[in-house]
Each structure stands twice: as structure tokens, then as C-alpha cells.
């Protein structure tokens, strides 16, 4: 009788709809996964130990340090501040650092100890979409390193922040032009397959643009802050009427196939998210411009040109904002009245609303607008208090090994115990 084969000898292909992803399920798989690019001599031992988390430790996760992030922002920046409130931020601010920090390390040892998996997550939308998830979590550490470290250590902390901003820009243009092409070549997808997942590699450049106008109002250079401003118009550009695109066929799913299911409902708040960003950093380069471009003589022929980027700033950022209400309206609408067990997706609250809440402080200080002022404070305070409920399931469903399910080993171990099954049908006697 022959030896019986293990898993890591040969497997079928798999079908595509039997793989899922953790925390990113909300896109269904398109493209099947060939298991001979994913082989390990220790196949079974991945099921075991710290091997059991890295190998299970999806790109989704960087969604946490997008909500840990955003949420110190907004108690640095709110409305009504307290001394207390700086204290927190930075309290939050250095956890997002560690988590930031780990996620990177762990990812790192899953992409090289782990032979392919990083070219399969790349042909599989449902994980190629989340890796925009990183530059946008590594992009609040650098407007927190704005707020909080330039003005206690001064200029080189400045140049420091402008350094990593450029690193930032590099991930999130490759994730805002890659991935959707990535998406484009894979076969079979349809109408009802588009998600809001989709936005995050495009809101990764939107992010920069945002972070790059923070950089730029501390630069000691004014030519290296106008560089700065350009490259975030730009940024802004190729990222804000992408994700408009993306609401239109998110829509148009809509409308033929209904909302999204239970479990993935929350994800309908990632659609305010662009919204959000842009308006908040199309405010934010036109303040900027408004104070360089003037003093620089940018533009000779125009002496008005920042005054003019300012006053479209605002007029732009009102139109987003509007359109943000909208989407909210609808994730609203989408979520109430469910039950929807906890799920990394829940992170789809956070980020989302904090930089529509962003986007509404920010008017509240240029108009000025009472009504705004109370607006960014309210969403402020919800947004706090759904980060830490957020964070207490994640915590809590970390510790119970429910988020550290197998993404596509899960269903390899069921296609490898087939195989098992069938050699041994063959060679047993008849």
C-alpha cells in the first residue's frame, strides 16, 4: 500500500467561493488561488502557535490603526479642548504607534516566511483592497507627529514628518493605481460583487493629501511646503474623483441587487470616508495656500492665487460634506434594526466618521459656524465612544481566537483531508 500524501504534496485547485477573509469578506473572491504557491514543509505545524496568528493575519487589521489613529486626532483637535483631552490624544496616539509598529513586524514575517502568500493576496481582491488600510494608518501617525511633536522639539521634527510624509506618498500611490488595476485583471467579477471596499486603496491618496497639508503649514522651508501643497493637489486629484466613480457603481449595485448583508452592513460607512477626507483636505491645502502663495508670489500674474485656492476650498469642502450626509444617511439606514455579530468590518465605524467629523470641525473654524462648532463636537464624542466599543470587541474576539480564523488555508485543509480521503478509497482492497 502506498504512503497516503500530505497536505503540502499536492492539492486541487480550490473553487473560489469556498475562500474567505476575515474581516474582509465583504468582497466575494473572484479569482481562484493556486495552493502549490502557498506550500510549506511545515504545513501542519502553521495551524500552531505564534505561526497559527501570522499566517492568519490579514492586511484587514491595518483598519484598526486607522480608527486608533483618527480617533487621537480628533481629541487633539476638538472644538471645546481641555488640557486633559491633549493628554488622552496622546495617550491614543502612542498606542496607534505600538499597534502600527507590531502589525508591520507581523505582516512583514507572513509575506517572507510565508512563500506567495503576498502574490495571492495581490490577485485576490477581497485582501488586495485592505492593503490601502497601511499608508492610511501610517499617515494619522504623522499628523499626530505634526500636532504633538513639532511644537516640542521644533524644526527637525518638522523635516522629520515631511520625510515619512513622502514615504507615505509612495504607499498610497501605489496602492491608488495598483490595485484597482490589480481588480481590472481579475476574471468574474459582477455588479454585485462591488463594495465599499473598494475605496480604500483610493482613499490612501486622499489621506496624503490630507497629512500633506498638515506637513506643509510647519515646514521651515516655504519651498519645500509649496512642493508639499502641489504634490497634495495632485494627490487629491487623482484620488477624490476616483472614489466618486467608485460611489457611482456602488450605487448603481445598489439599486439592482439591495444593501449590503448583515454581517458586512457596516462596511456602508466606508463610502463616507472619501467624502470626508476630501473636504477636509481641500480645506485644509487652501488655508495653506493662502498664507505660502502670497508670501512666495507664487503665481506673479495672479497676487490673488490663494485667496482664490482658499475661497474654492470651502466651497468644495460644503459640497462634500453635503454629499458625506448623504452616504450616512444610508449606512444609517442599512444598519438599523440589525443584529450583526462583531467582525473586523465593525472598524468600517470609526475611521469613516471621524474625518466627516474632521471635515465638519474644520468648517466650524472657517466660516465660522456655531451649528458646525456643536456639529464636530457631537460626532467628536460618538466617535470616541465607538472606538472604544470597537476596540473592546476587538480585543475581546482576539483573545477567543475568533479573529485569527485560516483565510485561504481554512479551505486547503478541507481540499488536502479530500485527498487523504480519496488515496485512501484507492488503496484499500476491494
Known amino acids: 500500500m502506498s504512503s497516503i500524501p500530505t497536505p503540502s504534496d499536492h492539492l486541487p485547485d480550490l473553487d473560489s467561493s469556498e475562500v474567505t477573509y476575515p474581516g474582509s469578506d465583504i468582497a466575494v473572491p473572484a479569482a481562484p488561488t493556486n495552493p ?5 514543509d511545515k504545513y501542519r505545524e502553521d495551524r500552531r502557535g505564534w505561526r497559527r496568528i501570522v499566517v492568519n493575519f490579514t492586511p484587514s487589521w491595518f483598519a484598526v490603526t486607522m480608527g486608533t489613529g483618527i480617533t487621537s486626532v480628533l481629541l487633539h483637535n476638538l472644538p471645546y479642548h481641555g488640557r486633559w483631552l491633549f493628554y488622552v490624544s496622546c495617550i491614543i496616539f502612542c498606542l496607534n504607534i505600538v499597534l502600527f509598529t507590531l502589525f508591520s513586524c507581523i505582516s512583514i514575517i507572513r509575506y517572507t516566511y510565508f512563500k506567495g502568500i503576498w502574490y495571492s493576496a495581490l490577485r485576490h481582491p477581497a485582501q ?7 499608508p492610511v494608518g501610517f499617515a494619522t501617525i504623522i499628523n499626530m507627529i505634526v500636532f504633538v511633536c513639532v511644537p516640542a522639539w521644533g524644526d527637525w521634527a518638522a523635516n522629520f514628518a ?3 510624509w513622502w514615504v507615505d ?3 498610497a500611490t501605489a496602492c491608488s493605481l495598483y490595485i484597482p488595476h490589480c481588480i481590472m485583471r481579475t476574471e468574474g467579477i459582477t455588479l454585485d460583487q ?4 473598494w475605496l480604500f486603496p483610493v482613499i490612501a491618496d486622499i489621506v496624503a493629501s490630507t497629512s500633506g497639508a498638515i506637513v506643509a503649514n510647519v515646514l521651515p522651508n516655504d519651498q519645500h511646503a509649496i512642493w508639499t501643497v502641489i504634490t497634495s493637489y495632485i494627490l487629491w486629484g487623482t484620488s477624490v474623483p476616483m472614489a466618486i466613480v467608485i460611489l457611482a457603481m456602488y450605487y448603481h449595485r445598489l439599486m439592482i441587487h439591495d444593501i449590503l448583508p448583515g454581517q458586512v452592513a457596516v462596511a456602508s460607512f ?3 470616508g472619501p467624502l470626508g477626507m476630501g473636504a477636509a483636505a481641500i480645506q485644509l491645502l487652501g488655508q495653506v495656500s493662502l498664507k505660502l502663495f502670497a508670501r512666495n508670489d ?6 490673488i492665487a490663494g485667496q482664490f485656492f482658499y475661497l474654492t476650498g ?3 469642502a460644503l459640497i462634500l460634506w453635503g454629499f458625506a450626509v448623504v452616504w450616512l444617511f444610508f449606512a444609517l439606514a442599512t444598519i438599523i434594526r440589525r443584529r450583526i455579530t462583531f467582525n473586523l468590518t465593525w472598524w468600517a465605524f470609526t475611521f469613516p466618521l471621524g474625518v466627516f467629523t474632521v471635515a465638519t470641525t474644520t468648517l466650524a473654524q472657517e466660516l465660522p459656524s456655531k451649528f458646525f462648532k456643536v456639529l464636530g463636537t457631537i460626532f467628536s464624542v460618538a466617535e470616541f465612544l465607538l472606538w472604544v466599543m470597537v476596540a473592546c470587541g476587538t480585543i475581546k474576539a482576539s483573545l477567543n481566537g475568533q479573529l485569527f480564523q485560516p483565510p485561504p488555508l481554512e479551505a486547503w485543509e478541507k481540499k488536502a483531508k479530500e485527498v487523504e480521503e480519496t488515496e485512501k478509497t484507492k488503496d484499500s482492497p476491494v
Open 36 to 40: 502549490e504557491e502557498l506550500k510549506h
Open 128 to 134: 488586495a483592497v485592505f492593503l490601502g488600510t497601511i
Open 162 to 164: 515631511w520625510a515619512l
Open 169 to 171: 506618498v509612495v504607499m
Open 194 to 197: 462591488v463594495n465599499p471596499s
Open 270 to 272: 466606508i463610502a463616507i
Open 298 to 303: 507664487f503665481i506673479p500674474k495672479a497676487p
Open 314 to 316: 470651502i466651497l468644495t
